[in-house]
């Protein structure tokens, strides 16, 4: 496996459902990070981790929890989501610099709330 | 609040035209500037990278940048109908410690017609 590699790539989940989505990078970064992409919106973040350091966006409600057990992969968990979480689920990395770099996404996991 | 914008489109040139993608910003302390291409269902890959004044050239595609009027675009000269995409520009936020967030604009979506 080479890059950024996101599993599962589709999800379908009820509203009482838990589930997570996995992110894995090949590349030797030390950050990692999940955006959400709606349609017709600006790409989302949701929640940053790099080396010891986790930020997060203020907005993202807590039914969306973030794990990043190590710098190679990252994990988000999903519990009682709602409908209007559909969207394609983005994982990115890049090395953890003040400046500079650039960010490398995977595929995404495309999740679908009914 | 940080804002990153983009016209929407959508944006249609003939094969062989050049094409051009334009983005401002609104904060002044912004310092890498970054043209992301995104196939429809696809996620976004990088394209190019800018963070001094002036041009900076890839192939067929140019990426210019001016401080002063906070204004960051993208040529991309003889246009291919493969071209066809949206376009995403994101500017880095120096964020405290080592995190470093990714504000996107909302994109401009490019056909190119044969």
């Known amino acids: 496996e080479t890059g950024v590699t996101q599993t599962p790539r589709h999800l379908v989940m009820g509203m009482t459902n838990k589930k997570s989505l996995k992110c894995e990078q090949h590349l030797g970064h030390n950050a990692m990070y999940w955006y959400k992409q709606s349609a017709k919106k600006p790409l989302e973040l949701m929640f940053v981790y790099s080396l010891e350091e986790r930020v997060e966006n203020n907005s993202v409600p807590s039914r969306f929890s973030p794990e990043c057990p190590n710098s190679s992969h990252l994990f988000l968990h999903l519990h009682t989501l709602q409908p209007e979480d559909s969207a394609l689920y983005l994982c990115a990395s890049s090395q953890a610099a003040p400046h500079g770099g650039t960010q490398y996404f995977g595929p995404g996991t495309r999740l679908l709330v009914l | 609040q940080k804002e990153v914008e983009q016209n929407s489109g959508p944006l249609s040139v003939p094969e062989g035209a050049i094409a051009s993608l334009n983005c401002t910003y609104s904060d002044r302390g912004s310092q890498s500037f970054f043209w992301y291409r995104q196939y429809s269902g696809k996620s976004p890959e990088l394209i190019m990278f800018?963070?001094?004044?002036g041009d900076k050239e890839d192939g067929r595609f140019t990426a210019q940048l001016n401080k002063a009027s906070q204004y960051v675009s993208l040529l991309i000269r003889d246009s291919q109908p493969s071209d066809s995409a949206t376009y995403l520009c994101a500017v880095n936020e120096i964020s405290s410690g080592s995190a470093r967030q990714l504000t996107f604009g909302s994109g401009t979506q490019l056909t190119v017609l044969p």
């Open positions: 800018i963070y001094s004044n």
